[in-house]
């Protein structure tokens, strides 16, 4: 069956509200931000935390438990239809090397470029890459943190553990913050 985003709309109106927006942008940083992120991206995360293993969250596994595969298709559809607010790029001092990591890498290290996969302008690739433009630098830090430790793994062959294991601290929060404004 077709996604139906107005269903979905519904759900997340009633119940994601409080956390990531009405219309998917978030108001506190550790909530990520799900306007326009890619919808089969979405569902995939949906389904990782429902099933507790390869993504663990604990109000994310409660969101989720009684949500269908339907209304995840739904919510899915609903958050990527929705506009993207534009944020302002944070803490000046950490831009330059964000930048640098963000369309380079570290050739030093063998850090990959993050464009490469998901695109010099942040909007991700659909299906499988996604979109990191926007979002809260909090949010992401966590999330480059969650791959490093293995606690996030669910992309096959772990090509984000890969890539965060290679990254310095610094690097993590500089790029982080990069994202945000672009
Ligand atoms: C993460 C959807 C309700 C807090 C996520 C992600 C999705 C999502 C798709 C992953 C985003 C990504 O990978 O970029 C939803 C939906 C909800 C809902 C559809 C309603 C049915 C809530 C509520 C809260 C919340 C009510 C707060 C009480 C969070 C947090 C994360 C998250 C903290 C990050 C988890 C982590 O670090 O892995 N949500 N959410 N969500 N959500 Fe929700
Ligand atoms: C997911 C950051 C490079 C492939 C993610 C996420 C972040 C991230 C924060 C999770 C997004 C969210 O939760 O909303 C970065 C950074 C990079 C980088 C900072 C550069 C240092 C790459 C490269 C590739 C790649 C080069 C491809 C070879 C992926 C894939 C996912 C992902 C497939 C989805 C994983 C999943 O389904 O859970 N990346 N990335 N990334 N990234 Fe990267």
Same mark, same amino acid.
């Given at each position: 069956?077709?996604?139906? +985003?107005?269903?979905?709309?519904?759900?997340?109106?009633?119940?994601?509200?409080?956390?990531?927006?009405?219309?998917?942008?978030?108001?506190? %940083?550790?909530?990520?931000?799900?306007?326009?992120?890619?919808?089969?991206?979405?569902?995939?995360?949906?389904?990782?935390?429902?099933?507790?293993?390869?993504?663990?969250? %604990?109000?994310?596994?409660?969101?989720?438990?009684?949500?269908?595969?339907?209304?995840?298709?739904?919510?899915?559809? $609903?958050?990527?239809?929705?506009?993207?607010?534009?944020? #302002?790029?944070?803490?000046? /001092?950490?831009?330059?090397?964000?930048?640098?990591? $963000?369309?380079?890498?570290? +050739?030093?290290?063998?850090?990959?470029?993050?464009?490469?996969?998901?695109?010099?302008?942040? !909007?991700?690739?659909?299906?499988?890459?996604?979109?990191?433009?926007?979002?809260?630098? #909090?949010?992401?830090?966590?999330?480059?943190? =969650?791959?490093?430790?293995?606690?996030?793994?669910? /992309?096959? !062959?772990?090509?984000?553990?890969?890539?965060?294991?290679?990254?310095? /601290?610094? #690097?993590?929060? =500089?790029?982080?913050? $990069?994202?945000?404004?672009?």
């Amino acid at each position: 069956t077709k996604a139906d +985003p107005a269903k979905g709309q519904q759900i997340v109106q009633q119940v994601c509200v409080a956390c990531h927006g009405a219309d998917g942008n978030s108001s506190a %940083p550790i909530n990520p931000n799900l306007a326009g992120q890619h919808p089969e991206y979405l569902f995939k995360q949906l389904k990782a935390f429902k099933e507790n293993k390869l993504r663990k969250n %604990p109000t994310m596994f409660g969101m989720t438990a009684t949500l269908t595969e339907d209304d995840m298709r739904n919510v899915s559809a $609903y958050l990527s239809q929705q506009k993207p607010k534009v944020l #302002e790029g944070s803490k000046p /001092d950490l831009q330059e090397l964000g930048k640098k990591i $963000y369309k380079v890498g570290n +050739p030093a290290t063998g850090l990959p470029a993050c464009a490469a996969c998901h695109g010099p302008k942040g !909007g991700g690739m659909p299906a499988q890459f996604p979109r990191l433009g926007g979002q809260h630098a #909090e949010y992401t830090i966590t999330q480059l943190n =969650a791959f490093r430790k293995g606690e996030r793994a669910n /992309d096959p !062959g772990e090509t984000m553990r890969q890539i965060a294991l290679k990254m310095t /601290d610094k #690097e993590i929060e =500089a790029v982080s913050n $990069y994202l945000v404004g672009l």
